[in-house]
């Protein structure tokens, strides 16, 4: 039997799929603030977000949304919540979730999550941890 190969040594990458380029290269690089590393058109926009790869793949229509694509964790969810409201990010509401007002909900365990979309309607989220509290 062939060894194990052992991926928790190594770079994730992350994939989210786009249609609108220069839509998604405003929001993601302006409004998110994440670092354009190249365009290869007509395959991908491709960001650095700390240390991981985000390739935004281009497609001429999107998939069915199926949940959460990327999500950031962050010490302060609320105080993220407010930077990104003030770029003019708009948080979703879920009915089915009990969510504060700025659309923050805690799960059972206590973790904090906020979803927003990005212009193709790809959902994203803010979440904050017990144990990444300061």
Same mark, same amino acid.
């Given at each position: 039997?062939?060894?194990?190969?052992?991926?928790?040594?190594?770079?994730?990458?992350?994939?989210?799929?786009?249609? $609108?380029?220069?839509?998604?290269?405003?929001?993601?690089? &302006?409004?998110?603030?994440?670092?354009? #590393?190249?365009?290869?058109?007509?395959?991908?926009? #491709?960001?650095?977000? %700390?240390?991981?790869?985000?390739?935004?793949?281009?497609?001429?229509?999107?998939?069915?949304?199926?949940?959460?694509?990327?999500?950031?964790? #962050?010490? $302060?969810?609320?105080?993220? #919540? %407010?930077?990104?409201?003030?770029?003019?990010?708009?948080?979703?509401?879920?009915?089915?979730?009990?969510? &504060?007002?700025?659309?923050?909900?805690?799960?059972?365990?206590?973790?904090?999550?906020?979803?927003?979309? &990005?212009? $193709?309607?790809?959902?994203?989220?803010?979440?904050? %941890?017990?144990?990444?509290?300061?």
């Amino acid at each position: 039997m062939a060894p194990l190969v052992r991926l928790g040594k190594y770079k994730i990458i992350a994939f989210a799929t786009i249609v $609108d380029v220069a839509r998604a290269k405003l929001f993601y690089r &302006d409004t998110l603030g994440l670092r354009l #590393v190249s365009e290869e058109p007509p395959f991908a926009l #491709v960001f650095e977000a %700390h240390g991981i790869m985000l390739r935004l793949v281009i497609a001429k229509e999107l998939p069915p949304v199926q949940g959460t694509v990327l999500g950031w964790q #962050v010490p $302060d969810i609320a105080a993220a #919540v %407010h930077e990104l409201e003030q770029a003019g990010v708009q948080f979703e509401r879920y009915a089915q979730m009990k969510q &504060d007002e700025l659309g923050i909900w805690t799960a059972p365990g206590g973790a904090k999550v906020a979803w927003f979309k &990005d212009p $193709d309607g790809n959902i994203l989220s803010l979440s904050e %941890h017990p144990e990444t509290r300061e």
